[in-house]
């Protein structure tokens, strides 16, 4: 919105030129995202907190989060609402990437909130069922890939970029609709359930999007592209501003989450963000780096997913307890250690994925 105001307002004062500039824009992103957080944080932890809108802890697990119960939570609208402002404030709006990434965002939101009202109202630390979440998250999740494939401007948005290799590729076609929802659909699900401590996952999300605004950046300049040997996809850096804005959110929400948190994301957050990493990453065309990245989020999942299997198949467990974040505190790990060692791997992770920017 302010795009176009700065555009007009460039006829008369020179100095409004700067931002047309995608880097400017960008700053702008954050800073609004983060102010706004900074903002509407304290007033909505003290609503939620009247309305008791406290989070309700599982009884199975770790017994010294017990003292959590009762902490606010669906403080993920404040995210919410404070990327969606921004990229209204600072993006394009004619954009297609930035429009599908951002109503994406929304629409596994919503599910997140309807999730989260059943578990705050009916105090269900199940919250909705695993198959109705599923399926809506299937809904979304394809509607995102498709319109993402149907607005395919050049071939390389289907085909899978291949790390670290130069001009190796697999060409999909159609398949990339699947690639796509399993991507977001997964990372998804992988952010919700690495949100288990405070801060755990947020300051993931922040380092991961804010490499992923780089790709995006990168990928949509002609030149810069060029250089690096990677897709050239035109407009797609307008997804930097989405990517910008979600670091500033996420910064901001991280003040209000760090341990001891005054408010957790809940799934209203968590699932969005997740949704949201997903779909940058497919817009420049950077799955299987987000895999690299996101090395602690598929890491919790997979611990989920062989702690199940495991039981179901031998009846014994692998891990003391899944996800992986409680098998460290059950093994004596304080949980401030695991969040800062989480951390530090996601920081490595994160490194070792914008190199593949050069190591080809």
Do not use: C
């Amino acid at each position: 919105m302010l795009v176009y105001l700065t555009e007009y307002l460039q006829q008369y004062i020179s100095g409004f030129g700067v931002f047309s500039y995608i880097t400017m824009r960008a700053i702008m992103s954050v800073l609004t995202a983060l102010i706004l957080s900074f903002m509407i944080g304290p007033a909505m932890i003290r609503w939620l907190t009247r309305l008791k809108v406290g989070q309700t802890i599982r009884q199975d697990g770790p017994q010294t989060h017990l003292i959590k119960s009762g902490t606010p939570t669906m403080g993920g609208t404040m995210i919410l609402f404070s990327v969606a402002l921004a990229v209204v404030l600072w993006g394009d709006l004619t954009n297609h990437y930035l429009l599908i990434i951002t109503l994406s965002m929304i629409g596994f939101g919503a599910i997140g909130f309807a999730d989260d009202y059943q578990k705050v109202v009916y105090k269900d630390p199940e919250g909705m069922r695993s198959r109705t979440k599923f399926l809506l998250q299937s809904i979304v999740g394809f509607a995102t890939a498709y319109a993402l494939f149907s607005m395919a401007t050049v071939p390389a948005e289907t085909e899978l970029l291949i790390p670290y290799m130069k001009d190796t590729v697999i060409h999909l076609g159609a398949w990339t609709i699947l690639l796509s929802y399993f991507v977001i659909v997964g990372t998804s699900n992988a952010v919700n359930l690495t949100d288990g401590l405070d801060g755990l996952a947020i300051m993931p999300t922040v380092m991961i999007s804010g490499a992923l605004g780089v790709f995006a950046y990168l990928s949509g300049h002609v030149y810069f592209s060029e250089y690096l040997n990677i897709p050239y996809i035109p407009g797609v850096e307008e997804v930097t501003i989405v990517a910008a804005a979600l670091v500033g959110a996420g910064l901001g929400f991280l003040w209000f989450n760090a341990h001891p948190a005054q408010v957790f994301m809940g799934d209203v957050g968590s699932l969005a963000i997740g949704a949201t990493l997903g779909g940058m990453a497919i817009a420049v065309k950077q799955e299987l780096v987000l895999v690299i990245m996101g090395g602690i989020f598929v890491a919790e999942t997979l611990s989920v997913i062989l702690q199940v299997g495991s039981y179901k198949l031998r009846k014994k467990r692998i891990f003391l307890m899944a996800p992986l974040h409680h098998h460290y505190e059950q093994k004596g790990w304080h949980e401030s250690q695991v969040i800062v060692r989480f951390w530090v791997i996601t920081i490595i992770l994160v490194l070792i994925g914008l190199a593949s920017l050069k190591l080809r």
